[in-house]
């Protein structure tokens, strides 16, 4: 099945909120190519904001930022594909 991925599921990756379970499942049928994830333009402004937020706020390390906002080549992210960038800076 094909999905739209909002950021606010995306986090769930990561963040302990409620109904991560539940994005964790959608995330791992994704890596198993059980489902298409498509991501909105927007999709890296929107998770850039939401994790500098929250590093802001002591729920994660600067690492994760530093991926994200590091250049492609240095972190390994392919920003052509956004989902799969976020996948890699999130393990």
Not at 35 to 41: D, K, M, N, S, V
Request: glycine share 4%; aromatic share 8%.
């Amino acid at each position: 099945m094909r999905y739209v991925l909002d950021a606010s599921v995306a986090l769930k990756w990561v963040l302990n909120e409620p109904q991560s379970d539940k994005a964790r499942r959608l995330r791992d049928d994704f890596q198993r190519r059980v489902h298409e994830l498509l991501a909105p333009t927007t999709f890296i402004v929107e998770i850039g904001h939401a994790l500098t937020r929250a590093e802001r706020k002591g729920i994660i390390k600067p690492p994760m930022i530093a991926c994200m906002w590091g250049l492609p080549s240095a972190s390994g992210a392919n920003w052509s594909r956004p989902i799969s960038a976020f996948l890699y800076c999130s393990r």
